[in-house]
């Protein structure tokens, strides 16, 4: 479905049908009539189709009408909306917006159909040099990331691609600190933009001490390829968001490197990850945002005669949306999934979480409350003719919309 622009033609039909015409397309407008196509309208100021010109020689705007036609299909998705531990499917059917969750991450890849990443716990034995294997108090285990390609029923593994048993000295096999040791190895996936999945990973290896002792890095996986890629970003990239900001005395932090997360509107900005230098908070890890990319932009033009000002979306007019903090413009209608502030406290979906609304660049049309989402760190506009048959039928499958 692309978005139509309704220009100044020159007309062949007689100047007393073309008057009905235009009378019945001002009443659609104006409300009094309904529109017969289910049109999204909004009326904006077009600068460039315009080639008349006035008495100074300078070029005179024209309004125009825009259009966007509704999907009337039984099924058309329209976006996936990432957390870390579950996905949100906004889609139309005949025609009514409606949000559906999964549990786990899943990512639309334009050659691969839908996929499923997740994190799935594997046990690391603990053998002597001579293949013996350790009695041990405590399993230790590695999450291993995994993608399971739903159109072609296929597990692919991401990271770590392979797991190798820890070993000891013979003569230490049956001593009480080989029996006490535990390595465990824990992945969290922090975003996912353009086919891009970052994870952080944290080892912690413990001795039987006060404090274990820890370990973490992170991983950027091309999903597609899933080969490791590198960061874009630099560590002095969000040196700006961390002045100031090195922890308390008792856990201070260090500035480790630069990470990629998803902004609003889905872009990737750079990101600080602060890492605790002493054992006692060892394992702790803050991500700092410079301020500006932590929210939305003021001021953002996002169609014509259609923006986002002060966490408003103003149409014409007509102020569609408050409190927005997070926009996810659609790819083929005049619309956008917008995430609001929460307006309470609690709820089932806890303090953090943010209403999801489906909001149509119009004047006639109301945003539509879909349900909630707590922190976002992917988002995806599924562009219409992406996917065939098979790849509608994968998205129903995974989100639960067919037996």
């Known amino acids: 479905m692309m978005a139509k ?25 104006a409300g009094i009539l309904p529109n017969p196509m289910g049109h999204f309208v909004c009326k904006g100021v077009q600068q460039d189709d315009s080639t008349r010109l006035d008495e100074e020689g300078r070029r005179v705007s024209e309004e125009s009408q825009w259009y966007a036609a509704m999907p009337q299909g039984e099924f058309e998705p329209l976006a996936l909306l990432q957390e870390r531990e579950q996905t949100h499917l906004i889609y139309l059917t ?33 053998t002597s040099s001579t293949g013996v294997l350790v009695k041990v108090d405590k399993p230790s285990v590695v999450e291993r990331l995994e993608l399971h390609r ?53 080892k912690t290896s413990y001795f039987g001490g006060a404090h274990p002792i820890e370990e973490i890095e992170t991983v950027r ?71 500006k990319d932590s929210q939305a932009p003021t001021s953002l033009s996002l169609a014509p005669d259609v923006s986002l000002k002060n966490n408003r979306l103003v149409c014409g007019e007509k102020v569609q949306l408050e409190r927005v903090v997070d926009l ?37 049309h109301d945003s539509f409350s879909l349900g909630s989402s707590r922190s976002v760190i992917g988002s995806q506009a599924l562009r219409q003719g992406t996917f065939g048959p098979d790849g509608a039928l994968q998205i129903k499958r995974a989100f639960g919309l067919v037996d």
Not at 9 to 20: C, E, F, M, W, Y
Not at 253 to 281: D, I, K, N, Y
Not at 330 to 358: C, E, F, N, R
Request: a neutral charge.
């Open 94 to 126: 005949n025609g009514a917006p409606q949000m559906v969750s999964a549990p786990g991450l899943l990512v639309w890849l334009a050659d691969q159909g839908l996929v499923h990443v997740q994190a799935r716990e594997m046990r690391i034995p603990i």
């Open 150 to 202: 739903l159109g072609a029923d296929e597990t692919v593994i991401l990271h770590p691609k392979t797991i190798e048993p820890l070993v000891v000295d013979p003569e230490d096999a049956n001593s009480d600190a080989a029996r006490a040791y535990r390595y465990q190895e824990r992945r969290t996936i922090l975003s996912v933009l353009d086919g891009v999945l970052l994870s952080a990973v944290h």
């Open 328 to 364: 996810v413009p659609l790819a083929d209608m005049p619309a956008a999934i917008a995430l609001t502030k929460p307006t309470g406290k609690g709820g089932p979906s806890g303090p953090q979480s943010h209403g999801v609304h489906l909001t149509p660049f119009s004047v006639h």
């Open 221 to 291: 996986l091309d999903l597609g390829s899933t080969r490791p890629i590198a960061s874009r970003f630099q560590l002095e990239d969000s040196a700006a968001a961390v002045k100031g900001k090195k922890g308390s005395d008792d856990c201070p932090m260090v500035h480790s490197e630069t990470v990629g997360l998803r902004a609003p509107l889905g872009a990737m900005v750079p990101v600080a990850m602060m890492v605790g230098e002493v054992a006692a908070c060892a394992g702790r890890i803050d991500y700092v945002w410079h301020s």
């Open 5 to 29: 622009r309704r220009k100044k033609k020159s007309s062949r039909l007689p100047a007393v049908v073309t008057v009905v015409l235009v009378g019945l397309a001002g009443l659609v407008y």
